[in-house]
T-cell receptor, first 109, second 118 residues
Framework: AQRVTQPEKLLSVFKGAPVELKCNYS??????LFWYVQYSRQRLQLLLR??SRESIKGFTADLNKGETSFHLKKPFAQEEDSAMYYC???????????FGTGTRLQVFP | DTGVSQDPRHKITKRGQNVTFRCDPI?????LYWYRQTLGQGPEFLTY????????KSRLLSDRFSAERPKGSFSTLEIQRTEQGDSAMYLC????????????????FGSGTRLTVV
């Protein structure tokens, strides 16, 4: 079965601390993995995807096929990073997304 | 183009009533999706269209739910005989299908319609 697991509902850190939001997936083929973010009172938006291998707003995520993980990392958290973060996967040849339950990141000053 | 628009933003209805939501996608996007999100959960896929064709429906979409996308532009999602369990945020998103995607990847989500069934 296709599944995305985000084990942490809430992650609280102080400004400047490193952040790692965990994501594990279950999928039999080669999925595409994404991180979506929802800031307060804003709509859900794409943060990054594994294919692009880019850093957005200081965040990176590496796909580890052996551990079936796609953890989101940032070396120094900022207060404006406070938001809800969702990991998602889609199968090849389809754009249907399967989301995890999300992790709320709180960055304290 | 102001992105994906959903109407209404909020809907309160009595159990047993029918409701209809509308989604206007980004004009050049040929795919349109409906998701449902309940408290504490991530969005769950309901159905999607490529142009006017409905290509996939989730088993979450019971017979009381119907979605249309006439002429491949806006879409409507109707829920008949609403139940309290239908209370959720209904999200619409649009995208370009793979072959046409290029650099414009990823969904653009609307702000959602929050349905409360009392």
């Amino acid at each position: 079965a296709q599944r995305v697991t985000q084990p942490e509902k809430l992650l609280s850190v102080f400004k400047g601390a490193p952040v790692e939001l965990k994501c594990n997936y279950s999928y039999s083929g080669s999925p595409e993995l994404f991180w979506y973010v929802q800031y307060s009172r804003q709509r859900l938006q794409l943060l990054l995807r594994h294919i692009s291998r880019e850093s957005i707003k200081g965040f990176t995520a590496d796909l580890n096929k052996g551990e079936t993980s796609f953890h989101l990392k940032k070396p120094f958290a900022q207060e404006e990073d406070s938001a809800m973060y969702y990991c998602a996967l889609s199968a090849l040849n389809t754009d249907k997304l399967i989301f995890g339950t999300g992790t709320r990141l709180q960055v304290f000053p | 183009d102001t992105g994906v628009s959903q109407d209404p933003r909020h809907k309160i209805t009595k159990r047993g009533q029918n409701v209809t939501f509308r989604c206007d996608p980004i004009s050049e996007h040929n795919r349109l999706y409906w998701y449902r999100q309940t408290l504490g959960q991530g969005p769950e896929f309901l159905t999607y269209f490529q142009n006017e064709a409905q290509l996939e429906k989730s088993r979450l979409l019971s017979d009381r739910f119907s979605a249309e996308r006439p002429k491949g532009s806006f879409s409507t999602l109707e829920i008949q005989r609403t139940e309290q369990g239908d209370s959720a945020m209904y999200l619409c998103a649009s995208s370009l299908s793979g072959a046409r995607r290029g650099q414009d990847y990823g969904y653009t989500f609307g702000s959602g319609t929050r349905l409360t069934v009392v």
